[in-house]
Every structure is written in structure tokens, then in C-alpha cells.
């Protein structure tokens, strides 16, 4: 079956701009989750969706990131005001939920923020 | 993550020899342990997990052994193959946090 599925998988853009990175999880997967990824570093969490119920944002490190998943499927981590700091791998995983933990991750998003 | 410690950062071992990456955390309430390995250009993919109530785990040639009382956990690769060459990540959740990788090199 299809894995989980990210787009777009490069982005570019200018500082000061806003970005919309989005996620389609593994079919029927409850629990979605967020991180950012620098290079040659573990992922680091930012926020996490069981159905459509965000669980936890202690992660995102500004009010400058947020993210939805208005009907508990597909999500959207959109950052406002884009500055140079925010260029990273962004990543997004999925697990079935139900007190499974085995999370299965995206390909990711480059972002590059110029 | 900083509740999550790893090492060594990174390892080179040859074709055949086993490699050991430990990890320690912080986070008592932490109750799943998974390990992930990552290739160039890829997510990290899951290889074997353990939880709390569990010792130890094997999976052909991977094992990870887990001590709650120490608070720590390692895996275990014997007969270790080119293949097996990439990144490898241990985490710990009840938060989600992330050890900061092992780079494992198999010399053929």
C-alpha cells in the first residue's frame, strides 16, 4: 500500500514569504506528527494530530508555525513570515494510533529559505 | 533531542563484525523504544522497537535490549553487511524525542 506522502518535496523561498508544507498520511492512520530535521541531526518533534485534534504544539517554535488537520486525514504545516532559520528538512509521520506507537515517516520537504 | 542521548556518533566496523549503538534517556514515563535507520535521501524507516515491559527484543540479526532501572537501551546488528551501512536513530516516547544519530560505515 502507499506510505505516507509529503509535497512539495523541494520548496524555495523568500524570506518573509509564507510556506504550506502538507502531508497525506498511510490510509486509516489516526495519529500524525511533525518534525523538522536539520542535516546530521535526529528528527526534532514539533506537533502531533490524533484524528483531527491537535495533541500537543509544545514543539513548534514560534507562533510564526501552526498546523491543521481539519478533517483527520491530510494536514498542513504552514510557517508565516519565512525567515532564513527555517530552512530544514521538514518531515512528517503517521501511525495507526490506538496505542500503537510504531510511527512510519514521509520522504520529507527541503525547505530553503533565501 | 536533549532527553535523549546517543553514541557513538559514529561507528565503523567491518563486514562480518557486530555493532553496538547505546542510548540513554531521561524521561521515566518513557515506554517505547523504537529504532530507526536512515539512508541517504530517505525518512527514517522503523527496524525493531521495544517496550517497557520487555528486556530484550530480537529480529534476525538485530536485537535491542532495554534497562528501564539504568535508563538505557541499545541495538545490537551481528554479521553486519555493506547494507547496513546508513543512519541510525534511537528514540524515546512518551514525549518524542530522538537520539542524534549514529552513522554506521560496514567496510567490505
Known amino acids: 500500500g502507499a506510505g505516507v506522502s509529503q509535497s512539495p518535496r523541494y520548496k524555495v523561498t523568500k524570506r518573509g514569504q509564507d510556506v504550506a508544507l502538507r502531508c497525506d498520511p498511510i490510509?486509516?492512520?489516526?495519529?500524525l506528527y511533525w518534525y523538522r530535521q536539520a542535516l546530521g541531526q535526529g528528527p526534532e518533534f514539533l506537533t502531533y494530530?490524533?484524528?483531527?485534534?491537535?495533541?500537543?504544539k509544545s514543539g513548534l517554535p514560534n507562533d510564526r508555525f501552526s498546523a491543521e488537520r481539519p478533517e483527520g486525514s491530510i494536514s498542513t504545516l504552514t510557517i508565516q513570515r519565512t525567515e532564513q532559520r527555517d530552512s530544514a528538512m521538514y518531515r512528517c509521520?503517521?501511525?495507526?494510533?490506538?496505542?500503537?506507537?510504531?510511527?512510519?515517516f514521509g520522504p520529507g520537504t527541503r525547505l530553503t529559505v533565501t | 533531542g536533549e532527553n535523549v542521548e546517543q553514541h557513538p556518533s559514529t561507528l565503523s566496523v567491518q563486514e562480518g563484525d557486530s555493532a553496538v549503538i547505546k542510548c540513554t534517556y531521561s524521561?521515566?514515563?518513557?515506554?517505547?523504544f523504537p529504532w530507526y535507520k536512515q539512508e541517504l535521501g530517505k525518512g527514517p524507516q522503523l527496524i525493531i522497537d521495544?517496550?517497557?515491559?520487555?528486556g530484550e527484543k530480537k529480529d534476525q540479526r538485530i536485537a535491542v535490549t532495554l534497562n528501564k532501572t539504568a535508563k538505557h537501551f541499545s541495538l545490537h546488528i551481528t554479521e553486519t553487511q555493506p547494507e547496513d551501512s546508513a543512519v541510525y536513530f534511537c528514540?524515546?516516547?512518551?514525549?518524542?524525542?530522538f537520539g542524534s544519530g549514529t552513522k554506521l560505515n560496514v567496510k567490505p
Open positions: 509521520a503517521s501511525s495507526s494510533g490506538r496505542g500503537a506507537y510504531e510511527q512510519y
Open positions: 490510509s486509516g492512520h489516526v495519529s
Open positions: 494530530f490524533n484524528y483531527e485534534a491537535q495533541q500537543d
Open positions: 524521561d521515566s514515563a518513557s515506554n517505547y
Open positions: 521495544i517496550r517497557s515491559n520487555v
Open positions: 528514540a524515546a516516547l512518551n514525549k518524542f524525542y
